[in-house]
């Protein structure tokens, strides 16, 4: 009897034990939420965050919660998909949230979420989002005061046919920049921004300069204090009531707006004194703000949508651009960097012509030269042993030649883009390649901070586990292959970089200013890119100054992104090998893209030697780490008197036009394959101080168009033929031609050649 007792006692004990290893077996089940960032909404080649909930109502434990494409649904399997994990520590009887980003590209496949803990799956789940076409706008709006004033008539039809709409709570808006890429405007209105974390303002306003569009509607955040006083163009400092037309883009009476004053950007529509539409460029975006509250609009401001959103969503049938050369497939962001990462100068082999003539002394010295040496010293017999011996030394010299023969360890090169975009914030994408000799498993880390990952060309990624843990990623490769090489990509933000510093202006027919550079690098190659126009600025160390000086004059056509390489000094596109190849991969991105986008004074320069963002865990032997960097900014213009600004300098928006007081017509916003509407504005340019406009230069080659080149004249509301070559627009002519600082052109027919390159606009001024 005591023996079942002790028995008994002994089944209770370790039925409890097991019990408190597994909480599966406990008296409830762990449950588990899996919800997509922004709404469920992503793109595929964008990351999306999953916000993934714990339900414990049992005991705490650890474990590991893991992302991968689900066994039961092979018709979606890839096997160019890795796997993300994060490892998780549940509190007992509580819920736990943890967030863990993943690709989009995993995203599509419907990915299974499990808990794993001791070996065993606790719970699972999957992900249910929403892939959006990257040829579609996705319009976040963040709370319902957004709705109202016919913005979803706009959208329904229209220029806003190719917009996604999507309400999102406040509260659900991610606290990361990088993780809003996917949205390309976002909307809010003042209660939706009293709903706002500092963290998710901060994200909101890195997320603009990256490229995002922020609409400020009601004046939202833009009084003073307000959270975004210091990005709106207007301070708001009351409210008041305007006659409501708004320059005949609203047919209703009298509106109650946010009043203050223009400190920034341009105003698109002034009522009363008033500015109650304005954009404001910032980095690559803008900020466009609205004084109006949608519902205050009423149903007929569809003009008002237009104007606000004109620049920024396309019009319907417009011919995408893409960027041209040679992008691999994969993350737009860093596949150029990852591609152009495998190809290491420093490993490059011999010329073949060396290898023949290697072996052809090779094969003379073990030949003809040894039997007349062993002849002359009557030693014929040694040859059985020194022809083996010099395969031997052959053999050995062969190896040490080979770049394999220089790698004991591991070898890393890393190429990194960084675009500075403010003082205090900086982009950085990097993309490397890893070589390893003696093959097994490869670890590699990421900077804290970074989004990493493997590249879309690395073999058998079902093999690899991206490890998320706080803020450090690790890409773990499983059997990896003797003497193979491996790719990862990382994306972050930097604010601590620092900046080019200074400012350079326009003064006659030259430019001019001093530049410092305050971003600790020692950069080469440093030059300035206007339009066309290259202007070397030689080397530039650390805390360095250039001083810049160079005249402007001439007509210079836009020249196609071939041209401007070879500009550049990097010359034609080539295959691996060439001196060059890796700076003009790293150059692709800035001459073929950013089209719709002003361009301004572009600023880059060289940095040789790693930047210190991927480092490779436990590989021991002899290890090399190399890199280059690209240091991209804008730099600040201004003007002096009498100025010229020369063609190239403002590149043209493509998009829709709207006629002052009218409702955008078919033939006005009719963009296809052959005619192709450009709005230049002279305000992209940058110039900081208020100009007069003296002059006019549109300028392209003779016989550069395949048809036609129009231009809009605004007193007679026609279009005009300009002449083969362009024409200039003198004073007297300005005002037909010219209205809010806009010109606008339709040419028929793209340019000849393999890319497009459109007609350049000068412009002749005086600052007033």
Request: proline fraction near 7%.
């Amino acid at each position: 009897m005591r023996f079942f007792s002790n028995v008994f006692i002994l089944a209770v004990l370790a039925t409890a034990l097991l019990a408190g290893t597994l909480p599966s077996l406990a008296a409830a089940p762990v449950k588990m939420k899996v919800r997509p960032g922004l709404g469920g909404l992503y793109k595929v080649n964008q990351h999306l965050e999953l916000v993934i909930t714990v339900d414990n109502p049992g005991p705490g434990f650890a474990g590991t919660i893991t992302v991968e494409q689900d066994e039961e649904r092979p018709e979606r399997r890839r096997p160019d998909l890795a796997r993300v994990a994060t490892d998780v520590d549940v509190p007992a009887g509580a819920s736990g949230q943890y967030r863990l980003v993943i690709p989009g590209e995993l995203a599509s496949v419907k990915p299974v979420v499990r808990l794993v803990s001791g070996g065993q799956v606790l719970a699972e789940s999957w992900v249910e989002g929403v892939a959006v076409d990257d040829g579609r706008m996705v319009i976040l709006a963040l709370g319902e005061d957004v709705t109202g004033g016919g913005l979803q008539d706009w959208l329904s039809q229209g220029v806003g046919s190719l917009a996604t709409l999507k309400y999102l709570s406040p509260g659900e808006l991610p606290g990361d920049s990088l993780l809003l890429s996917a949205a390309d405007i976002i909307m809010i209105g003042p209660a939706g921004v009293s709903r706002l974390s500092q963290e998710q303002v901060k994200a909101l306003k890195e997320w603009v300069y990256l490229g995002g569009s922020l609409v400020l509607l009601g004046g939202a955040g833009a009084g003073e204090g307000g959270s975004f006083t210091d990005v709106s163009p207007v301070q708001v400092s009351s409210r008041q009531v305007v006659a409501g037309k708004l320059e005949g883009l609203r047919s209703g009476g009298p509106l109650l707006v946010a009043a203050g004053r223009l400190v920034a950007g341009k105003a698109l529509a002034v009522e009363n004194g008033v500015p109650v539409l304005a954009r404001r460029p910032l980095g690559r975006g803008e900020v466009l703000y609205c004084g109006a509250a949608p519902g205050d609009l009423g149903g007929e401001a569809r003009d008002v949508w237009s104007a606000l959103l004109n620049s920024t969503i396309p019009g319907p049938g417009i011919k995408v651009l893409l960027p041209q050369g040679p992008y691999p497939t994969g993350n737009p962001a860093v596949a150029s960097l990852v591609a152009a990462s495998a190809y290491i100068p420093r490993l490059a082999g011999p010329p073949v012509p060396v290898l023949a003539l290697l072996w052809l002394v090779y094969a003379t010295a073990v030949g003809p030269l040894l039997y007349f040496l062993l002849r002359r010293a009557d030693r014929r017999d040694w040859a059985w042993a020194l022809v083996p011996a010099g395969a031997l030394v052959a053999a050995g010299c062969f190896y040490l030649l080979a770049p394999a023969g220089r790698i004991q360890g591991y070898l890393t090169q890393t190429l990194a883009a960084v675009e500075i975009l403010s003082p205090e914030m900086a982009e950085v994408r990097a993309g490397a390649s890893v070589v390893t000799t003696r093959g097994g498993d490869l670890t590699v880390q990421a900077a804290p901070g970074m989004l990493a990952g493997p590249s879309s060309g690395s073999t058998n990624r079902t093999a690899v586990l991206v490890q998320q843990n706080k803020d450090t990623t690790t890409v773990n490769f499983g059997n990896v292959q003797y003497n193979s090489l491996r790719q990862v990509y990382a994306l972050r933000l930097r604010r601590d970089l620092g900046s080019i510093a200074g400012r350079l202006y326009l003064e006659g027919n030259s430019i001019k200013g001093d530049l410092v550079n305050k971003t600790g690098l020692d950069l080469r190659d440093c030059k300035l890119i206007l339009g066309s126009r290259v202007i070397p600025a030689g080397n530039l160390p650390a805390g360095g100054t250039v001083h810049i000086e160079e005249k402007l004059e001439g007509v210079n056509p836009p020249a196609d992104p071939e041209m401007l390489l070879a500009a550049l000094g990097v010359g034609k596109p080539g295959r691996p090998g060439d001196p060059y190849f890796r700076e003009r991969m790293m150059l692709n991105e800035i001459i073929y893209g950013d089209y719709g986008r002003p361009a301004g004074i572009q600023f880059i320069g060289w940095y040789d030697g790693s930047p210190g963002i991927f480092a490779v865990a436990g590989k021991s032997g002899r290890s090399a780490d190399y890199g280059l960097v690209l240091v991209k900014q804008t730099i600040p213009l201004d003007a002096a008197g009498r100025f010229y600004l020369p063609a190239g300098l403002i590149k043209p928006r493509i998009g829709e036009f709207l006629m002052p007081g009218r409702s955008p017509s078919p033939e006005n916003i009719a963009i296809d394959d052959q005619k192709v509407h450009l709005v230049y504005d002279l305000d992209d340019a940058g110039i900081s101080r208020n100009f007069q406009i003296a002059a006019l230069d549109i300028q392209y080659a003779k016989g550069q168009f395949n048809l036609s080149v129009e231009i809009y004249n605004h007193q007679e509301g026609r279009w005009e033929q300009l002449p083969d070559g362009g024409k200039r627009i003198g004073s007297a002519d300005l005002s037909r031609y010219l209205s809010h600082n806009q010109v606008w052109l339709k040419v028929t027919g793209e340019s000849r050649g393999p890319y497009p390159a459109w007609p350049g606009l000068a412009v002749e001024g005086e600052v007033s």
